[in-house]
């Protein structure tokens, strides 16, 4: 202990090529410069004298500037020579990480745990913010990824040994589990038996080694990343002390598809394919591959994804629906809400979409039960209303009742069974309360109808029956055109 009561430093990462001259007897923290050294991370934090016998090691960081969006948080990335990047990410899923780990090291305390799993679609930027995260605390880091793997038992096993070593010698440290799934995984999913006693032996080193560093309060973070679903890793790593609690990566909202875009494309361009990838279910990086394809003259060309079971909705906010909280109140549609709105669904969630924009809700739809765990997951973390169909499996209704924080929207032309709910009203009721054209206009944005223009006053003033209203908008999602004819059938055959 230094005699000032501040201890000397055992460690201390500077951000420069070479010093000629360190300021031994001076108390640094983390930030701090002078005499030509810029401090980066000292160990023991918070503060601590720098002496002979500190060890320097010299790393090259980044600066990360944190610009709070509405639903979202963006990284500016900016490194030596200029160069600038901006990373957008979940404001609960990055606040998250950053408050039980983050801090933590930067305070020279043990993270919340020795390891921590980022899980979700792959694009979704969980590699990038664990890259990110190394650079900007220019500690040592270490990557495992598959490659560690060998075909002789035992030499799989050593180099996991001598990774986990290294970087406890070298604490504080980080070490980046990239692609985790090949360990992750239950070991119900191994291959043969020789690839199940290889992986026995590696996640056996994993778990004594994480427990280890979490008993002994060393300063050693594990990140591992995978694609893979909530419930294909393997229970046992999800122990406090091992990874503990699973961060989840949703796929991206408008919001951070728009972000990113608009460095890569003009603004309008940028709105264009943001609203085109959110609702095709796109991940963040086919939305980059969209955009770069349209910086080089092509055009975007989009597939569908529905891989993860969800996808966030997006389109543009009609004016109108606000009318609806006239008379049923804009609370209910705040946390844990249950509401069934009856209808054909495609109509129905169209319009529901609007409602959930106008009681300011980012909007998550359900389209595949398979994945409704990590579906429910994405609504909760996003704080997303989630649309789903009234007439899925019971027992898939009631998961989502009984784990959603957020409001439920049941939308189907039968209620759901055994869940609770409040009863909404029908297509009828809401174009009286909001008027024909918002109804019209709701769905065209959603299924990219085309309406030509010399239409929109006719639809504005016309006057069909509650049945032909239904049966206009569901020939209108299935032809993906509106006109006079098919209006004027359509009121003759009804």
Not at 21 to 42: E, K, T
Not at 451 to 473: C, G, H, M, Q, Y
């Amino acid at each position: 202990m230094a005699s000032s009561g501040v201890p000397i430093c055992r460690k201390v990462f500077v951000d420069c090529e070479r010093v000629s001259r360190l300021p031994y007897g001076r108390i640094v923290y983390n930030g701090w410069s002078g005499d030509g050294v810029r401090v980066i991370y000292v160990y023991p934090s918070p503060k601590c004298v720098l002496a002979p016998t500190t060890i320097i090691s010299f790393s090259e960081t980044v600066s990360i500037v944190e610009k709070p969006l509405r639903n979202n948080i963006a990284l500016i990335v900016e490194k030596r020579g200029g160069k600038r990047k901006k990373y957008v990410y979940p404001r609960k899923t990055y606040l998250e990480f950053k408050k039980l780990y983050i801090e933590p090291i930067l305070n020279g305390e043990p993270p919340f745990s020795s390891g921590v799993v980022f899980a979700g679609a792959p694009g979704t930027g969980k590699s990038t913010l664990a890259t990110l995260i190394a650079q900007k605390l220019g500690i040592p880091t270490y990557v495992i990824d598959p490659t560690i793997q060998s075909k002789w038992v035992g030499d799989s096993e050593q180099r996991l040994m001598n990774v986990i070593e290294e970087a406890k010698q070298n604490a504080p440290s980080l070490v980046i589990m990239d692609d985790a799934e090949w360990i992750l995984s239950p070991r119900s999913l191994a291959g043969g038996e020789k690839e199940l006693q290889v992986l026995v032996n590696m996640q056996n080193i994993l778990f004594k080694q994480l427990q280890e560093i979490t008993d002994k309060e060393l300063n050693v973070l594990f990140i591992a990343t995978t694609n893979v679903k909530l419930s294909e890793i393997d229970e046992a790593f999800k122990r406090y002390g091992r990874f503990g609690e699973t961060i989840l990566f949703p796929l991206p909202d408008y919001e951070a598809v728009y972000e990113v875009l608009r460095e890569i494309v003009d603004e309008a361009t940028a709105v264009r394919l943001a609203r085109m990838a959110v609702n095709s279910g796109l991940n963040m990086a086919d939305a980059l591959g969209l955009a770069k394809r349209v910086k080089h003259g092509l055009e975007p060309e989009i597939k569908e994804k529905t891989g993860r079971g969800y996808k966030r909705i997006y389109v543009e906010k009609i004016e109108g629906f606000e009318k609806i909280f006239m008379f049923f109140p804009k609370e209910v549609f705040e946390k844990r809400s249950r509401i069934y709105v009856p209808g054909q669904e495609d109509v129905i969630t169209a319009v529901v979409t609007q409602i959930l924009y106008s009681a300011e809700k980012t909007v998550l739809q359900i389209i595949d039960p398979r994945h409704v765990i990590e579906a429910v997951h994405m609504a909760n973390i996003t704080g997303s209303g989630i649309i789903v169909s009234s007439l899925l499996d019971p027992l898939i209704l009631d998961y989502i009742h009984k784990n959603a924080d957020t409001p439920v929207i049941y939308v189907g032309e039968s209620p759901p069974r055994y869940v609770p709910y409040h009863m909404f009203y029908p297509l009828p009721n809401l174009k009286r309360i909001v008027g024909y054209k918002p109804i019209v206009e709701a769905v065209a944005k959603m299924y990219n109808v085309d309406i030509p223009d010399n239409l929109w006053r006719k639809i504005e003033n016309a006057s069909v029956s509650d049945k032909t209203f239904e049966e206009i908008l569901k020939t209108m999602i299935s032809l993906g055109v509106l006109t006079e004819k098919i209006i004027s059938t359509i009121k003759t055959h009804t």
